[in-house]
């Protein structure tokens, strides 16, 4: 239930409004919304939203023989502070900034950090919200990036 | 609502020494507050000349392009956010002699 439903129901609780005019702002709030979203992908939305860290772990794999050689590293970064970081980006002096798109286009990537809006790094932290990385190393280390 | 950071953990465990601290940054911000506010009439004369020699300059050097950026109040708000965006950074990594452990609360 969203804030904006929970609050005509409150409104409706303390009589401050008729149950057809409950009935008729639900409805138009409902229409506003578009179609109702199905299980997974409110879900994944939940997680979006819920996303606080970004954890990177380096632990053994119990199950290797060299497990007990593998050094243990474990990190939380706040999303806020990727956020932050990548706003710093804005900060680049135009050389700088040049350097980079030329350094990326020569590897292949057309980017220009010029096009980079501060809307743009919010999509990119929702979209890490639903990265996974799971890899399992030949000396006995399991490493893990995911967001919590 | 973001708030600044209060305290950093610090502890390293080794073989043979065992250091920790608890660095108390609400103390140290208001600090260095004070101390950026004494400093800021010498950063101001810095950025007056060199902003004045770089005038003409069609390349500026390094110096004057690293001053104007961290001078700018958009960099002073950038600055501001990311410190204040540290709280729950927790850094913990032990291999089988040593365990550092960094933690911004």
């Known amino acids: 239930m969203s804030d904006s439903e929970k609050k005509i129901l409150e409104l409706l609780e303390d009589k401050r409004i008729t149950v057809e005019e409950a009935h008729r702002l639900l409805g138009a709030l409902r229409s506003e919304g578009g179609p109702r979203e199905g299980p997974p992908k409110a879900e994944?939305?939940?997680?979006?939203?819920?996303?606080?860290?970004?954890?990177?772990?380096?632990?053994?794999?119990?199950?290797?023989?060299r497990a007990s050689d593998v050094d243990r590293v474990n990190i939380r970064v706040p999303m806020a502070l990727l956020r932050s970081g990548m706003k710093f980006t804005s900060l680049l002096p135009d050389q700088a900034r040049d350097k980079v798109s030329g350094a990326l286009r020569d590897k292949g990537i057309d980017f220009d950090m010029r096009n980079l809006k501060e809307e743009d790094f919010d999509e990119l932290v929702e979209a890490l919200s639903e990265l996974e990385v799971d890899v399992r190393g030949s000396d006995g280390e399991v490493v893990k990036v995911f967001v919590e | 609502m973001k708030r600044p950071p209060v305290l950093l953990r610090l502890k390293i465990h080794g073989q043979d020494k065992r250091r920790g601290c608890w660095l108390p940054l609400f103390l140290l911000l208001p600090l260095a507050l004070a101390l950026l506010i004494v400093l800021s009439p010498v950063i101001l004369v810095a950025v007056l000349v060199l902003r004045r020699r770089g005038q003409n300059n069609p390349n500026p050097g390094v110096s004057r392009v690293v001053l104007d950026t961290l001078c700018s109040w958009r960099a002073t708000c950038a600055f501001v956010d990311l410190l204040c965006s540290t709280p729950g950074l927790k850094i913990d990594a032990h291999d089988k002699t040593d365990h550092v452990v960094i933690s911004v609360i």
């Open chain 1, 44 to 65: 994944a939305r939940a997680r979006t939203v819920k996303a606080k860290y970004l954890r990177v772990t380096v632990q053994p794999d119990p199950e290797h023989e």
